[in-house]
């Protein structure tokens, strides 16, 4: 009787450590599964999407024209910006293109009335410059470009330019004033009211000569800050920057939309709120 019953303690025994194995190796066989599986997804995200979204300036030069300033943003591998002379800003010319996943791109020149405008073809490099050969699509006469990515406003010494007309009496030597330079602005306030009324005089002084395009907007209202950068650009057309609000409880800030729509062509430059109120930056048109 206890040999029956000590047979069956080692039948018992085995079973139960056959089954441990089975489970263990059925275990590693189901994480690697799951690991692959993940990878897999992984894979299929990233691989379907290999662009990166960005909003940079730029500067450089398109063959001998030099202190080129480019501002060019991709979302979703749909390109758009513009560029213009830093030290002689007549204009600015627009850009749209496309960017694929291998960092390839081509950028349209956009040219009223011009459907054989020049193109930018190039690459993005892994340090974030832009390179390539702007095509004169129509008699394909093509010359090198190259832009460097920058993170602050360029130093660059503009001289004052001379213009010297022909010899006759009476005549003398014209001075042309410097391109205006970019401006990093700061304006800070005691309070929201004592922030709105020196935002509304700094920079009405500033832009009433001058057409500035504010980039790189940040507003602070719980220390009551507001900083931008000023960017000399001849398609602008603002008169001052204005600092709005109104209280949450009307659900939308009705003082804001006033003003844009009392003002055509303003534009919103950045939104904020807090539990009490809404609160918008607005570049009011002239």
Not at 250 to 266: K, M, Q
């Amino acid at each position: 009787m206890s040999n029956q019953n000590s047979i069956n303690s080692q039948d018992v025994l085995k079973a139960f450590k056959s089954n441990n194995k089975e489970r263990f190796w059925k275990e590693k066989i189901i994480a690697l599964a799951v690991l692959l599986s993940l990878c897999l997804i992984l894979y299929f995200i990233f691989s379907g999407n290999k662009t990166k979204d960005f909003a940079s300036r730029f500067q450089g030069n398109i063959a001998t024209k030099t202190n080129l300033i480019l501002y060019l943003s991709a979302k979703d591998g749909v390109l758009s910006g513009y560029y213009y002379d830093f030290c002689d800003s007549i204009k600015k010319t627009n850009i749209k293109g496309a960017l694929d996943e291998n960092g390839k791109f081509v950028l349209n020149e956009l040219e009223e009335n011009n459907p054989n405008s020049p193109s930018l073809n190039g690459s993005l490099g892994e340090d974030g410059s832009l390179s390539g050969e702007r095509v004169e699509n129509f008699s394909n006469t093509k010359s090198s470009f190259y832009f460097a990515r920058i993170t602050a406003i360029p130093s660059i010494n503009c001289e004052e330019v001379i213009k010297k007309g022909p010899k006759r009496p009476g005549k003398v030597t014209t001075k042309i004033p410097p391109t205006p330079q970019p401006i990093k602005l700061e304006v800070k306030g005691k309070d929201l009211k004592d922030l709105r009324s020196k935002l509304d005089k700094r920079t009405k002084k500033i832009m009433e000569a001058i057409n500035y395009m504010p980039e790189n907007i940040i507003l602070d209202i719980s220390n009551y800050k507001f900083t931008c950068d000023l960017i000399p650009n001849p398609s602008a057309n603002f008169s001052k920057i204005g600092l709005f609000f109104g209280p949450k409880s009307n659900g939308f800030c009705e003082s804001c939309s006033n003003v844009l729509n009392r003002n055509p062509g303003s534009e919103e430059l950045i939104k904020d709120e807090d539990k009490d109120y809404y609160y918008s930056v607005i570049a009011i048109s002239k």
